[in-house]
Structure formats: structure tokens, C-alpha cells
């Protein structure tokens, strides 16, 4: 038998004879709080549960380890399958049959006693399962799989078992959901009326004087914002890389902002801008008599806000388009009789329209996924994210509703993320060729550059209104009424003073920035760390069922944040894994939303770096996990770079899936600057934005320093040169 | 891990398949290499040479067969736990070592101090002429030199079995023979046992105690190189090693394992090698044709080459073009010329149509 299978069998082990079998009340486990009344029902181990507590149910799950215990002395380990595989699944059965309010299905009440109750799992149950997990895979290798390397078959397994819990199980609770009732029944009928409600699909609009149904008001919001970010990405495009333009490098500065700002602030600075009270409102009132009035709430609100916020993704993806174009296709087209123009609608446009269809594709799902600005700035225009939302925390509490607006906004994105794939996918014209290409590009037609010129032009000095609104709305007592100068809103937030005790931080953010920060470091290395993992195995690897795997990985990109979120609250409120309320729920939600970033990376270098450097360090006596540390991962540091810093990133801003799952002692800084915006304490608001944007510069600078440059020393570029240059 | 000498191993391959989906990249192969010998797995690409060598290598798992090393089963056993190193045709140096780090990968990774790593990393560098290039970068290296490394590189660890696939490959023409000459030189002074990918037949006949021919996932033969080069077992290797003409045949069994073959207007004694009466084809190897002024097989010069040590002409005959190579000849001859060819006594072999 091998170490790491004593260890896994000790580990689990220890499981079953001393650690807390049930997830503890308060702080965890690292207080010592539950020590003081260990053991006892709550915090006892399995074996403790068993024996006093009356919970002889936990024999099922436990009894399977002694027949490891017993076939690692006896039969090696290929029997290991077997028994693993049956104490795993006793393990989920008797974890889903019996829950808080006792055992979850009518036919089993009547075979246990009334008092048969259980909380979720804590960290006994889990270990256990975790050693069930790796014994099981080391078993598999004995046997074979995976060319018997027993890192690969616990990895697979290990990542095919987080997905599977955190991303495929809440969101088929959420389906099941979705047909009960509110006593928890099936009831089909239900779902179909719930549905098909006017709520949703209702055209009333269009003829009478009622509002249409949320589903229509998410696809024409969609739609035009898709349609006019694609429009502005494609001017910015066209300008950057077809005329003497001479701010380039400013425009490329100006598409990195977006990334770093949490999505519902470009919406703040909107209503401090154009609001009732707003600046230019002010300004635009006091000259020219305008009357002040609620114009930005609702759709145009909401509409300029997504187009300022996904114009620069829109302009991330076409400008490698129009730079794909080679000029040598258009200069053929000029020496052939075509005009400029003829030459840019039958040579050039027909090039750049699959690339322009991407654009509209992904602007499309951000506005259906997009949450912070319709919840800002959305008034009585309601979208599926926000309504969703209100059916969770609102009056009507209905989860079920909730399920069903989700499951429709699901369908929306998955649909288009479909098509996507299906439609575009095998039709992007790469003519970016190996060959030099030394033509010029043509001139832009007049026409076609001056309408370049005005968009950006106008895009430009709005994004720069917007941004001087959020760096310096902090510092003025109220934007748009009094402009006194004011340090007031930063000392609401983040006030400190010296106490008795040392350092008293006293302003009312700093617990959400400090679970913020603390929450974004955690889960940025571990999403990296899974992402690369997972990128490895699906290019690495051969395994059945790869495809599925890999749509997997990719699946939780497709899902909307609030579908998250919902799913998230309707899956782990209840044991056998329960979450909710933890700091640890917030930590797997963002490092399973963020996993395929990671994964594309990952993806991306790997196909640049050599096969055979893996099998060489192989043959030469490495497992495979020490080839990942020491041959493949120091390759890999751009795509670890990359994310790190998005992983990072996407923690700090997100507000769609945590507004969800934040508790009183777990608040994110998002969701906490939601609340002040909707309680109307817009200086706080944005003067806490504004230190979480310069944190996350800092931060990226951080990462860029630790993870450091890749040490490659390429001088003599010879006939053995090795195809590892980076799409980093 | 410890990295003990344990001596070179043989090397068992016991009906070996390997598939992927429906494609059989090896079919039911079967042979033994002794410890201490260099043998090449030859063919054309796509013959299953290179996944025969990687199933020994364990960076592929047999689908159904037994592999063994050392008279060890290893079927099942990862790459790391065979005691097997390979060099590869791409070198594979690790791209952010040094040639110092690089060849001292092995015996780090199995738990070597860093000293000790060292030392045998300097060891098998000098033994590979390579002591001076320590601190370099791969990236920094000729081709050749980085070639060595990976040589260097498989050696620290005092394989049972080296694995060498297809090494020359990225070298140039001049180097390829003095690397060549390095390899075989090396496997007879440390008796290693050598398992070596090519599809270079000249190669393979230069470097090998014994050759495998591999053609469509299965061993076409294998033998020492004179007796596949003089013994064709079949068609396939005739023509894969040194060019044979096969030329239509009738045969006729006569006593004592010989058979009387009819060649046009000609008539051979030959050895029977179990072919029964009836059509055949015989392979001639291109040195093995001679020119004559009359009798034998009558023909016109359709092409001719001068390459310096040699000439080489195409013969247009009844039987078809034959290809061959005269060595030493006074004269050229020229095209459009009428010639006859006759056979040699070596080099002329009949094989199963």
C-alpha cells in the first residue's frame, strides 16, 4: 500500500473518531467555542453520534472505511473501488434523508423514530468523504485508468466532484424547485401557470397602456444594448486601427477602466450626473430652464449605463478583428476597379461580421446577467435579474417565483451562448497568416470615419464624466447641490482612531472591505489553482466523458449571477451541505463563477507548450503533480497571472450572485454600497467605490510583481526552439 | 526512490494492442530485446513505432497485452515507476532551466540532495562533452548540443531501459552521423539496453544489434540488419529497406530447399525459402544488377544520375523499370542506350507475392 493511501485512510479515520461530524454554530473551527462542549450532539464526532446521541443512522456511512481499512491489509488497493464508492454514496443518501425538520421523505418517517434529525455536514462528514473520494480514485489507478497515475484519477475525480456539487446540483435543485409548491409538493401545474404568467410574457405594451412582461423588457434592453455597444466597440475599432488617431494609447486606457469597476457604479455616477438632483441636471436647469425631471430611471437609465459599462468588452473583441483583416484583401479589391466604399462593404464588413456578431452576442448576455444597474437605476422598468432578486428578499418571499424567473433567464443566456457556439463558432475568418502581410490598410471612407470620430468623441468625454464624478463625488459634500470640499463621506467609511486598546477602525465599511479583500484573496488562488488544474486534465489527459467535462467548466460562465445566487440560497440552505451565511459560500460561489477564466488561460498556453516536456519529466521519474510544480506551472505564470488578477478582480466588483448570499457578519463592500446608493448616501457610496477601484489597481500591481516574469532566456531562436511562446 | 545502478533489463512485449476509438495503432505485437542491446523499431510513419515506443515508455497503457521490463510486469505501471528514460525527438528541455538543472531534473524529483543531484548531472554531462555549458539555457544551445543534453538528461538516472524516438531527426545531414556514431558508441560502453525510433532504414542498419520492421500496427519482421537487408521475410520489407526491385517470377521447387526461378528469358537457382510452385517475385537489390554487353535480361537506359561514389540508372526491361547502382564503372552510359542486365549471386532473393 502506498503512503498517500495510509494517509487518506487515516485522514479519514480521524474523521470518523474526532472531528465534528456536524457543521458548528458561530465562528468554526478555528475558535475554540465548540471545544467547550465537546463532545456532545452538536459538535461529537461520528463515532460519539453513534454511540450517544442516538444517530445509529451514521453507521451506514462509517462502516464502509473499515472495509477499506480491511482491504488495504488484505486485497491492495484495486478493491478500493468498491468500497469507497459504496461508503460515498451511503454517505450522500442518509446526508439527503434526513435533514433539520427530521427525514426528508414520507416512507422514511415511518421507519425511524420522530426524532431522527440532522444538521449539514461539517467537517468530519466532509473529510470523510474527501478520503472516501481519494481512495476510491487511488483504487481506479490501481486498476488502470489514467495510465495508473493516481494524481490524474484524484484530480478528475476531485474537480468533477466540486462542479457537480457547486455548480450542476444547485442549479437542478433550482429546476426542482421550481415545480413545488410552497409546502414543498410537486405540482406541475404550479410551474406551468408560474410559467407562462402575463407577469413574464405579457404584450400588454404594445396595444394598451400597461407595462410589458419582464421577459420582453430583458430582451429588448438586450438587444439594444448589444446592438449599440457593438456599434460603439466597432467605431472604436475602425478608429484605432484605420486612421492616424492619435490618442490610441488613451483609448486602451480607457477600455481597462470598465474591468476594474464594479458594473453598478458606472449607474451611480449616472444618477449623480443626469439624476433629479444630478450635476448636469443642475447645470442644464440653472442655464437653460430645463426642468428637472426622472428621465435616467428606468430604460434610458439603464440603457446608458450598460452601454458605457460593455462598449469597451464590445471593442476588446473587434479591434483583434479589424487587426485580423489583412490589407493585402483590400488592396486586391483596389487594383481590381473597387471604390473605397465598394472596397469596405464587400471585402472588408463581410469579414468583420462574424467577428461583430460575437460582440453583440456577448453584449446581449452581460445586459440579461447585468444586476447592479437596472437595481440602481431601473425605476419601474423591471428586468429578470432584478425581479428575481425582489421575489427572493422581497415581501412576497416566493422562491418558487424566483426559481421560475431564473430558469426563463437561463434559458435566454444558455440559448444565446448556444448560439454562439453553434452558429459563430466555425465562422471567424482568421487572415492573420504566418506570412508578413506589409500592405497598408485602406483609409476609412469619409463618411464611415467621420461617424467614428463623433461616437467616440462623445463616448469619451461621457466615460470621463463619468470617472471624475466617481473619484472626486467622495470629496464634495453632495454632487450636483453643494460642492463644499468634504472628507466627510471617507470618514464615514473608514474612519479609525487610537482607543485604549491600540487602533479602533470605526468607519461603518471597513467590516465588508475586509471581508471583501479577505474573501477576493482566498478565492483568487484557489480559482486559479482549479482553473489551471482543470485546463491541464482537458488538455493533458484523456478521460471518458471529456466533453461533458469540459462543458461543464464552462457552463457556470453561461449562468447569470443571480441565477447563482438563487440557485446557491435554494441548494444549501439545507444539509446535507449548508452554507448559507458562511464566508466559505461566498468563497466556492467565486471561485466556481470565475473557474473558466482560469480554464481559457490555462487552455490557451498549454496548447503552446510542448507535450512532451510533461512526458519528459514523466520518463524521468516525476508524478505527474511534480511535474505540474516544477515544469508545467512555471510555464504557466502568465495564464496564472491572468487569472489571479480577473479571479481577483471579478470578487471585488461582483454584485449579482452576493448580494444573494451576503449575511450580517459576512457583507461584501458591493453589497454594502448598493444598499447606502438605495438608501440615498450616494457621497459614501461613491467614495467607497472610488477606494475599491484604487485597492484593485494596487492589488494588480501586487500579483504582477509576486508571480513575477517567466525565465526563458530565448537569444538563440535555432532549429530546436520550443513552441512555448505565450498567449498571456 | 533511490537512484541505484541496477544494470541494463531486457525487454518483453507480450501481444501487445493498443487502440484508440476504432483505429488499432498496434496489433498483437510480440517480441523480446535482450538486456544490453540497441534496437531499433523501424518503419514508415504511421506504422505504430513510435505508440510500440511510448507503451514501453508508459506514457501510453496497452489495451490489452503484457509489457515487461526486466521480466517485471509493468503493464499497468505509471511512466514514473518504470525506471525508463526516453529521449525525446523534440529534446523537451525544460525551457526555464539551466542544461545544469535540466540534467539534473531526474534524480531531484526521486529525492536527490541537491548536491548529489549535481554531481551526477555534472557526471553524465561530461560524459557527453557538455561540462562547460552548466549555466546556459537551453534556448542558448545548438542543435546538437541541446541533444546531448536531453542524452545527458536520460542518463543521470541509470535507466534499465533507454528509449530513443527518432533523435536525429532535427539535425542537420553532417551531424546526424557523427550523433549517430555518439549513440552507439555510448550504449557499448555503458551495455545499455536501447529501444530506438526511426524511419531512416540506413540509420537503423548503421546503429542496431537488431532491427524491428514495423508496417500497419504489426512487426513485418525482425532480425539482424543482414538478415533483413539479404532475407526480406516480405514484399514490404524488401522495398522498405534499400530500395529492392521486385520483379515477377515464376517457381519451380527442385531438391535440397532450392527452387529453379524463371526471370524473363532467364533461369536463377535460388533459395526456396518455402514458396510453392507458381507466380512469385524475387527482390533484387540495385548493387546486385550487373551490366553485361549480351544474354541476360535486355533493356534501354532511361535515366541516369551521377552521384560521385556511385551512378544510378533506370533500365527500361520487359519486366518493367529497374533500378540500379553501379559502383567503380569506367564509363557513364548514356540515356537511350541498349544494355542487358544480369544477377548477381548475393542480393537476390525470392519473396512471398
Same mark, same amino acid.
Given at each position: 500500500?502506498?503512503?498517500?493511501?495510509?494517509?487518506?485512510?487515516?485522514?479519514?479515520?480521524?474523521?470518523?473518531?474526532?472531528?465534528?461530524?456536524?457543521?458548528?454554530?458561530?465562528?468554526?473551527?478555528?475558535?475554540?467555542?465548540?471545544?467547550?462542549?465537546?463532545?456532545?450532539?452538536?459538535?461529537?464526532?461520528?463515532?460519539?453520534?453513534?454511540?450517544?446521541?442516538?444517530?445509529?443512522?451514521?453507521?451506514?456511512?462509517?462502516?464502509?472505511?473499515?472495509?477499506?481499512?480491511?482491504?488495504?491489509?488484505?486485497?491492495?488497493?484495486?478493491?478500493?473501488?468498491?468500497?469507497?464508492?459504496?461508503?460515498?454514496?451511503?454517505?450522500?443518501?442518509?446526508?439527503?434523508?434526513?435533514?433539520?425538520?427530521?427525514?426528508?421523505?414520507?416512507?422514511?418517517?415511518?421507519?425511524?423514530?420522530?426524532?431522527?434529525?440532522?444538521?449539514?455536514?461539517?467537517?468530519?462528514?466532509?473529510?470523510?468523504?474527501?478520503?472516501?473520494?481519494?481512495?476510491?480514485?487511488?483504487?481506479?489507478?490501481?486498476?488502470?485508468?489514467?495510465?495508473?497515475?493516481?494524481?490524474?484519477?484524484?484530480?478528475?475525480?476531485?474537480?468533477?466532484?466540486?462542479?457537480?456539487?457547486?455548480?450542476?446540483?444547485?442549479?437542478?435543485?433550482?429546476?426542482?424547485?421550481?415545480?413545488?409548491?410552497?409546502?414543498?409538493?410537486?405540482?406541475?401545474?404550479?410551474?406551468?401557470?408560474?410559467?407562462?404568467?402575463?407577469?413574464?410574457?405579457?404584450?400588454?405594451?404594445?396595444?394598451?397602456?400597461?407595462?410589458?412582461?419582464?421577459?420582453?423588457?430583458?430582451?429588448?434592453?438586450?438587444?439594444?444594448?448589444?446592438?449599440?455597444?457593438?456599434?460603439?466597440?466597432?467605431?472604436?475599432?475602425?478608429?484605432?486601427?484605420?486612421?492616424?488617431?492619435?490618442?490610441?494609447?488613451?483609448?486602451?486606457?480607457?477600455?481597462?477602466?470598465?474591468?476594474?469597476?464594479?458594473?453598478?457604479?458606472?449607474?451611480?455616477?449616472?444618477?449623480?450626473?443626469?439624476?433629479?438632483?444630478?450635476?448636469?441636471?443642475?447645470?442644464?436647469?440653472?442655464?437653460?430652464?430645463?426642468?428637472?425631471?426622472?428621465?435616467?430611471?428606468?430604460?434610458?437609465?439603464?440603457?446608458?449605463?450598460?452601454?458605457?459599462?460593455?462598449?469597451?468588452?464590445?471593442?476588446?473583441?473587434?479591434?483583434?478583428?479589424?487587426?485580423?483583416?489583412?490589407?493585402?484583401?483590400?488592396?486586391?479589391?483596389?487594383?481590381?476597379?473597387?471604390?473605397?466604399?465598394?472596397?469596405?462593404?464587400?471585402?472588408?464588413?463581410?469579414?468583420?461580421?462574424?467577428?461583430?456578431?460575437?460582440?453583440?452576442?456577448?453584449?446581449?448576455?452581460?445586459?440579461?446577467?447585468?444586476?447592479?444597474?437596472?437595481?440602481?437605476?431601473?425605476?419601474?422598468?423591471?428586468?429578470?435579474?432584478?425581479?428575481?432578486?425582489?421575489?427572493?428578499?422581497?415581501?412576497?418571499?416566493?422562491?418558487?417565483?424566483?426559481?421560475?424567473?431564473?430558469?426563463?433567464?437561463?434559458?435566454?443566456?444558455?440559448?444565446?451562448?448556444?448560439?454562439?457556439?453553434?452558429?459563430?463558432?466555425?465562422?471567424?475568418?482568421?487572415?492573420?497568416?504566418?506570412?508578413?502581410?506589409?500592405?497598408?490598410?485602406?483609409?476609412?471612407?469619409?463618411?464611415?470615419?467621420?461617424?467614428?470620430?463623433?461616437?467616440?468623441?462623445?463616448?469619451?468625454?461621457?466615460?470621463?464624466?463619468?470617472?471624475?464624478?466617481?473619484?472626486?463625488?467622495?470629496?464634495?459634500?453632495?454632487?450636483?447641490?453643494?460642492?463644499?470640499?468634504?472628507?466627510?463621506?471617507?470618514?464615514?467609511?473608514?474612519?479609525?482612531?487610537?482607543?485604549?486598546?491600540?487602533?479602533?477602525?470605526?468607519?461603518?465599511?471597513?467590516?465588508?472591505?475586509?471581508?471583501?479583500?479577505? @474573501? /477576493? *484573496? +482566498?478565492?483568487?488562488?484557489?480559482? &486559479?489553482?482549479?482553473?489551471?488544474? $482543470? %485546463? !491541464?486534465?482537458?488538455? #493533458?489527459?484523456?478521460?471518458?466523458?471529456?466533453?461533458?467535462?469540459?462543458?461543464?467548466?464552462?457552463?457556470?460562465?453561461?449562468?447569470?449571477?443571480?441565477?447563482?445566487?438563487?440557485?446557491?440560497?435554494?441548494?444549501?440552505?439545507?444539509?446535507?451541505?449548508?452554507?448559507?451565511?458562511?464566508?466559505?459560500?461566498?468563497?466556492?460561489?467565486?471561485?466556481?463563477?470565475?473557474?473558466?477564466?482560469?480554464?481559457?488561460?490555462?487552455?490557451?498556453?498549454?496548447?503552446?507548450?510542448?507535450?512532451?516536456?510533461?512526458?519528459?519529466?514523466?520518463?524521468?521519474?516525476?508524478?505527474?503533480?511534480?511535474?505540474?510544480?516544477?515544469?508545467?506551472?512555471?510555464?504557466?505564470?502568465?495564464?496564472?497571472?491572468?487569472?489571479?488578477?480577473?479571479?481577483?478582480?471579478?470578487?471585488?466588483?461582483? @454584485? /449579482? *450572485? +452576493?448580494?444573494?448570499?451576503?449575511? &450580517?457578519?459576512?457583507?461584501?463592500? $458591493? %453589497? !454594502?454600497?448598493?444598499? #447606502?446608493?438605495?438608501?440615498?448616501?450616494?457621497?459614501?457610496?461613491?467614495?467607497?467605490?472610488?477606494?475599491?477601484?484604487?485597492?484593485?489597481?494596487?492589488?494588480?500591481?501586487?500579483?504582477?510583481?509576486?508571480?513575477?516574469?517567466?525565465?526563458?532566456?530565448?537569444?538563440?531562436?535555432?532549429?530546436?526552439?520550443?513552441?512555448?511562446?505565450?498567449?498571456? | 526512490?533511490?537512484?541505484?545502478?541496477?544494470?541494463?533489463?531486457?525487454?518483453?512485449?507480450?501481444?501487445?494492442?493498443?487502440?484508440?476509438?476504432?483505429?488499432?495503432?498496434?496489433?498483437?505485437?510480440?517480441?523480446?530485446?535482450?538486456?544490453?542491446?540497441?534496437?531499433?523499431?523501424?518503419?514508415?510513419?504511421?506504422?505504430?513505432?513510435?505508440?510500440?515506443?511510448?507503451?514501453?515508455?508508459?506514457?501510453?497503457?496497452?489495451?490489452?497485452?503484457?509489457?515487461?521490463?526486466?521480466?517485471?510486469?509493468?503493464?499497468?505501471?505509471?511512466?514514473?515507476?518504470?525506471?525508463?528514460?526516453?529521449?525525446?525527438?523534440?529534446?523537451?528541455?525544460?525551457?526555464?532551466?539551466?542544461?545544469?538543472?535540466?540534467?539534473?531534473?531526474?534524480?531531484?524529483?526521486?529525492?536527490?540532495?541537491?548536491?548529489?543531484?549535481?554531481?551526477?548531472?555534472?557526471?553524465?554531462?561530461?560524459?557527453?562533452?557538455?561540462?562547460?555549458?552548466?549555466?546556459?539555457?537551453?534556448?542558448?544551445?545548438?542543435?546538437?548540443?541541446?541533444?546531448?543534453?536531453?542524452?545527458?538528461?536520460?542518463?543521470?538516472?541509470?535507466?534499465?531501459?533507454?528509449?530513443?524516438?527518432?533523435?536525429?531527426?532535427?539535425?542537420?545531414?553532417?551531424?546526424?552521423?557523427?550523433?549517430?556514431?555518439?549513440?552507439?558508441?555510448?550504449?557499448?560502453?555503458?551495455?545499455?539496453?536501447?529501444?530506438?525510433?526511426?524511419?531512416?532504414?540506413?540509420?537503423?542498419?548503421?546503429?542496431?544489434?537488431?532491427?524491428?520492421?514495423?508496417?500497419?500496427?504489426?512487426?513485418?519482421?525482425?532480425?539482424?540488419?543482414?538478415?533483413?537487408?539479404?532475407?526480406?521475410?516480405?514484399?514490404?520489407?524488401?522495398?522498405?529497406?534499400?530500395?529492392?526491385?521486385?520483379?515477377?517470377?515464376?517457381?519451380?521447387?527442385?531438391?535440397?530447399?532450392?527452387?529453379?526461378?524463371?526471370?524473363?528469358?532467364?533461369?536463377?537457382?535460388?533459395?526456396?525459402?518455402?514458396?510453392?510452385?507458381?507466380?512469385?517475385?524475387?527482390?533484387?537489390?540495385?548493387?546486385?544488377?550487373?551490366?553485361?554487353?549480351?544474354?541476360?535480361?535486355?533493356?534501354?537506359?532511361?535515366?541516369?544520375?551521377?552521384?560521385?561514389?556511385?551512378?544510378?540508372?533506370?533500365?527500361?526491361?520487359?519486366?518493367?523499370?529497374?533500378?540500379?547502382?553501379?559502383?567503380?564503372?569506367?564509363?557513364?552510359?548514356?540515356?537511350?542506350?541498349?544494355?542487358?542486365?544480369?544477377?548477381?549471386?548475393?542480393?537476390?532473393?525470392?519473396?512471398?507475392?
Amino acid at each position: 500500500m502506498t503512503r498517500a493511501s495510509v494517509l487518506w485512510l487515516s485522514l479519514g479515520g480521524i474523521a470518523i473518531a474526532l472531528l465534528p461530524w456536524y457543521g458548528l454554530e458561530g465562528d468554526g473551527l478555528l475558535s475554540s467555542d465548540w471545544l467547550r462542549s465537546y463532545p456532545d450532539a452538536s459538535t461529537g464526532p461520528a463515532l460519539y453520534q453513534i454511540a450517544a446521541a442516538g444517530r445509529s443512522w451514521l453507521l451506514l456511512p462509517v462502516l464502509p472505511w473499515l472495509g477499506l481499512a480491511g482491504v488495504a491489509a488484505t486485497r491492495g488497493e484495486r478493491a478500493f473501488v468498491t468500497w469507497a464508492g459504496l461508503g460515498m454514496t451511503l454517505l450522500l443518501v442518509e446526508g439527503f434523508a434526513i435533514i433539520h425538520s427530521g427525514p426528508a421523505w414520507p416512507w422514511l418517517a415511518a421507519l425511524l423514530s420522530s426524532d431522527a434529525k440532522q444538521p449539514g455536514l461539517g467537517y468530519g462528514g466532509a473529510l470523510l468523504g474527501l478520503s472516501y473520494l481519494m481512495l476510491g480514485s487511488r483504487g481506479f489507478a490501481a486498476r488502470g485508468f489514467c495510465k495508473g497515475d493516481a494524481f490524474t484519477v484524484s484530480a478528475i475525480a476531485l474537480v468533477v466532484s466540486l462542479i457537480a456539487l457547486f455548480v450542476f446540483f444547485p442549479i437542478l435543485t433550482m429546476l426542482a424547485s421550481a415545480g413545488q409548491n410552497n409546502n414543498g409538493a410537486w405540482a406541475p401545474s404550479v410551474f406551468i401557470d408560474k410559467l407562462l404568467s402575463a407577469a413574464i410574457w405579457g404584450v400588454g405594451c404594445i396595444a394598451r397602456g400597461v407595462s410589458c412582461g419582464v421577459a420582453w423588457n430583458t430582451i429588448f434592453l438586450a438587444i439594444v444594448a448589444g446592438a449599440g455597444a457593438t456599434a460603439l466597440g466597432l467605431a472604436f475599432a475602425l478608429l484605432t486601427v484605420r486612421t492616424g488617431f492619435q490618442w490610441k494609447r488613451l483609448l486602451r486606457l480607457l477600455t481597462i477602466l470598465p474591468i476594474i469597476t464594479p458594473p453598478f457604479v458606472i449607474g451611480l455616477a449616472i444618477i449623480l450626473l443626469f439624476g433629479r438632483a444630478g450635476a448636469i441636471t443642475a447645470l442644464l436647469s440653472d442655464w437653460f430652464d430645463i426642468p428637472r425631471s426622472r428621465w435616467v430611471y428606468g430604460l434610458p437609465g439603464v440603457l446608458l449605463a450598460q452601454l458605457l459599462a460593455f462598449a469597451p468588452i464590445a471593442f476588446m473583441v473587434l479591434i483583434g478583428v479589424v487587426q485580423g483583416v489583412a490589407p493585402s484583401l483590400e488592396e486586391a479589391s483596389e487594383t481590381l476597379g473597387a471604390s473605397r466604399w465598394t472596397s469596405f462593404r464587400r471585402v472588408t464588413w463581410p469579414l468583420i461580421r462574424p467577428g461583430v456578431a460575437n460582440a453583440f452576442l456577448l453584449g446581449f448576455v452581460e445586459s440579461m446577467a447585468d444586476f447592479g444597474n437596472p437595481l440602481v437605476l431601473g425605476g419601474n422598468y423591471e428586468v429578470l435579474s432584478t425581479k428575481v432578486f425582489f421575489a427572493v428578499v422581497g415581501a412576497s418571499h416566493d422562491q418558487g417565483q424566483a426559481a421560475v424567473l431564473a430558469i426563463v433567464l437561463l434559458a435566454f443566456t444558455l440559448g444565446a451562448f448556444y448560439a454562439q457556439h453553434r452558429w459563430l463558432g466555425r465562422r471567424v475568418y482568421t487572415t492573420v497568416t504566418g506570412k508578413g502581410d506589409s500592405g497598408l490598410p485602406i483609409p476609412l471612407p469619409t463618411g464611415v470615419r467621420a461617424a467614428c470620430y463623433g461616437v467616440a468623441a462623445l463616448w469619451t468625454l461621457l466615460t470621463l464624466a463619468i470617472y471624475a464624478t466617481i473619484l472626486l463625488g467622495g470629496f464634495v459634500r453632495a454632487l450636483g447641490r453643494d460642492y463644499t470640499f468634504t472628507f466627510d463621506h471617507y470618514l464615514t467609511g473608514f474612519s479609525a482612531e487610537w482607543g485604549p486598546r491600540g487602533l479602533l477602525l470605526t468607519g461603518s465599511a471597513w467590516d465588508s472591505l475586509w471581508t471583501t479583500l479577505g @474573501v /477576493s *484573496a +482566498v478565492s483568487a488562488p484557489l480559482t &486559479a489553482a482549479i482553473g489551471l488544474v $482543470t %485546463a !491541464y486534465l482537458l488538455t #493533458r489527459q484523456r478521460f471518458a466523458g471529456q466533453r461533458l467535462f469540459e462543458f461543464g467548466t464552462m457552463l457556470s460562465f453561461a449562468i447569470p449571477g443571480t441565477v447563482v445566487g438563487v440557485s446557491y440560497i435554494l441548494a444549501f440552505n439545507v444539509p446535507p451541505v449548508e452554507l448559507t451565511g458562511t464566508a466559505l459560500i461566498l468563497v466556492i460561489c467565486f471561485v466556481f463563477r470565475n473557474m473558466p477564466v482560469g480554464v481559457r488561460a490555462g487552455m490557451a498556453m498549454l496548447a503552446q507548450i510542448d507535450q512532451s516536456l510533461d512526458e519528459a519529466s514523466l520518463t524521468l521519474g516525476a508524478r505527474t503533480g511534480t511535474t505540474l510544480r516544477r515544469v508545467v506551472l512555471p510555464l504557466l505564470k502568465p495564464a496564472m497571472v491572468t487569472a489571479l488578477v480577473y479571479s481577483f478582480v471579478r470578487a471585488m466588483t461582483a @454584485v /449579482s *450572485a +452576493v448580494i444573494f448570499l451576503v449575511s &450580517a457578519q459576512h457583507n461584501m463592500a $458591493t %453589497a !454594502y454600497i448598493v444598499g #447606502r446608493a438605495e438608501a440615498g448616501e450616494f457621497g459614501l457610496a461613491i467614495a467607497y467605490s472610488s477606494a475599491l477601484i484604487v485597492i484593485m489597481l494596487a492589488a494588480i500591481a501586487l500579483i504582477q510583481l509576486l508571480v513575477g516574469e517567466r525565465r526563458l532566456g530565448r537569444r538563440a531562436l535555432g532549429a530546436g526552439e520550443l513552441a512555448i511562446e505565450g498567449a498571456g | 526512490m533511490a537512484t541505484t545502478h541496477r544494470g541494463a533489463a531486457s525487454v518483453e512485449l507480450r501481444h501487445i494492442v493498443k487502440r484508440y476509438g476504432p483505429v488499432t495503432a498496434v496489433n498483437d505485437v510480440s517480441f523480446t530485446i535482450a538486456a544490453g542491446t540497441l534496437v531499433t523499431l523501424l518503419g514508415p510513419s504511421g506504422c505504430g513505432k513510435t505508440t510500440t515506443l511510448r507503451l514501453i515508455a508508459g506514457l501510453e497503457t496497452a489495451t490489452s497485452g503484457q509489457l515487461l521490463i526486466g521480466g517485471n510486469d509493468v503493464t499497468t505501471l505509471s511512466s514514473a515507476d518504470r525506471d525508463v528514460s526516453m529521449v525525446f525527438q523534440s529534446y523537451a528541455l525544460f525551457p526555464h532551466m539551466t542544461v545544469l538543472e535540466n540534467a539534473a531534473y531526474g534524480p531531484s524529483v526521486r529525492g536527490a540532495s541537491k548536491r548529489e543531484a549535481q554531481a551526477l548531472a555534472d557526471e553524465k554531462l561530461a560524459l557527453v562533452g557538455l561540462e562547460k555549458l552548466g549555466e546556459r539555457l537551453p534556448a542558448e544551445l545548438s542543435g546538437g548540443q541541446q541533444q546531448r543534453v536531453a542524452v545527458a538528461r536520460a542518463l543521470v538516472l541509470e535507466p534499465r531501459v533507454l528509449l530513443f524516438d527518432e533523435p536525429l531527426s532535427n539535425l542537420d545531414a553532417k551531424l546526424r552521423r557523427r550523433v549517430r556514431e555518439d549513440i552507439r558508441d555510448l550504449q557499448q560502453r555503458l551495455g545499455l539496453t536501447v529501444v530506438y525510433v526511426t524511419h531512416d532504414q540506413q540509420e537503423a542498419l548503421a546503429v542496431s544489434d537488431r532491427v524491428i520492421v514495423m508496417d500497419h500496427a504489426v512487426v513485418a519482421q525482425s532480425g539482424t540488419p543482414r538478415e533483413l537487408y539479404e532475407e526480406p521475410a516480405s514484399l514490404f520489407v524488401a522495398d522498405f529497406i534499400g530500395d529492392a526491385n521486385l520483379i515477377d517470377v515464376m517457381v519451380r521447387p527442385i531438391d535440397g530447399g532450392l527452387a529453379e526461378v524463371s526471370v524473363g528469358p532467364m533461369t536463377l537457382r535460388l533459395r526456396r525459402r518455402g514458396i510453392d510452385a507458381g507466380p512469385a517475385k524475387i527482390a533484387v537489390r540495385p548493387e546486385s544488377l550487373l551490366f553485361r554487353t549480351e544474354g541476360g535480361l535486355p533493356g534501354t537506359i532511361a535515366k541516369v544520375a551521377y552521384l560521385g561514389t556511385h551512378m544510378e540508372y533506370t533500365v527500361a526491361t520487359a519486366l518493367g523499370d529497374i533500378f540500379v547502382i553501379e559502383r567503380g564503372a569506367p564509363t557513364l552510359r548514356e540515356v537511350r542506350a541498349k544494355v542487358a542486365l544480369a544477377f548477381a549471386e548475393r542480393g537476390v532473393t525470392l519473396v512471398r507475392g
